[in-house]
């Protein structure tokens, strides 16, 4: 009965820990604010802004909203993309409670959870090792979370380049920025049209970033973007009836382009959970 117990607990702790690892996506950029040249037509403003989004390589963010199955999420992180993916995220989720995630040297890495800790004889840290999927695999790959980890959350901001009736609704302030308002609705359909004539690691970045919605069942959405005046995204929301519920998330840029380190927790802290499957399926 205690090892049932005990098995029990541990497969719900690694559950709800893969849980919060899929929720973690980013975005990015800010600035000194403006308006776009009269000249330019809205649509012309929104596919400059997601022009630009391809030079970024590193930034920090807050995302706030809901998520199916998830229910209401907050998280503030920071991400880079060059010379290799690292991220860092400290989340609060309705379903899951508070978690810090981080991803660094091909391991992604779930702590700041008491409840995990119980269920780990007391370390605080649990390791996917995302290296172990192949060469090949990449971070993309269909291990728990490991998808929506390494998505670069720019190519998201860059989504409403993909839509047909960019409208602009007007000037705003996000973040003390002055910012332009544009708003459109984009299927799945559009969205990758749009990304024909990217570049071939752009197209590819920006349709991994669609995975998550097809999954979610998330087939149309409205999409805001606020540019500012180095014609970057401010900030920018989606939202759309998924299949498994409300999607609703907003992403503020707080900056770009500025260092991001991100370490792995100390060994000692760490359980790893390829060697707690182990466990499992042994009992």
């Given amino acids: 009965m205690g090892i049932s117990v005990r098995r029990s607990a541990r497969t719900r702790t690694i559950g709800a820990a893969l849980a ?10 800010c600035s000194k604010g403006g308006d776009e040249s009269p000249k330019m ?8 802004a997601a022009k630009n989004t391809e030079e ?40 899951e409670g508070s978690a810090e995630i981080r991803l660094v040297d091909k391991a992604m890495y779930i ?28 971070l993309g790959a269909t291990a728990p979370g490991a998808g929506q980890a390494d998505q ?14 960019v409208k602009k609704v007007g000037t705003e302030t996000v973040e ?11 299927t799945l359909a559009e969205l990758k049209a749009s990304f024909k004539d990217a570049d071939k690691a752009v197209r590819e970045q920006r349709e991994k970033s669609t995975e998550q919605f097809e999954k979610l069942g998330l087939d149309k959405f409205t999409m805001d973007m606020w540019v500012d005046g180095e014609d970057h ?35 000692a802290e760490t359980a790893d959970l390829a060697e707690m499957m182990k466990e499992l399926q042994s009992s």
């Fill in 152 to 165: 670069n959350p720019a190519s998201m901001s860059s989504f409403l380049n993909g839509a047909k009736d």
């Fill in 41 to 48: 037509t809205p649509a012309a403003a929104v596919a400059k």
């Fill in 176 to 186: 003390g920025v002055k910012t332009t308002h544009y708003s459109g609705d984009v």
């Fill in 111 to 138: 702590g700041g959870n008491p409840e995990l800790a119980k269920e780990m004889d007391g370390k605080k840290w649990m390791k996917f090792d995302l290296s172990s999927l192949g060469k090949d695999a990449g």
């Fill in 20 to 29: 919060a690892v899929a929720l973690a996506a980013g975005a990015v950029s």
């Fill in 56 to 95: 970024i390589t590193s930034f920090r963010y807050r995302m706030k909203g809901e998520m199916p199955e998830a229910g209401n999420i907050e998280a503030e992180a920071s991400m880079r993309t060059k010379p290799d993916i690292a991220m860092s995220m400290k989340m609060t989720a309705a379903t």
């Fill in 233 to 267: 995204a401010k900030q920018f929301r989606m939202r759309g009836d998924a299949t498994k519920g409300k999607f609703d998330m907003t992403f503020t840029f707080l900056d770009y382009n500025k260092p991001v380190t991100v370490e792995a927790p100390p060994a």
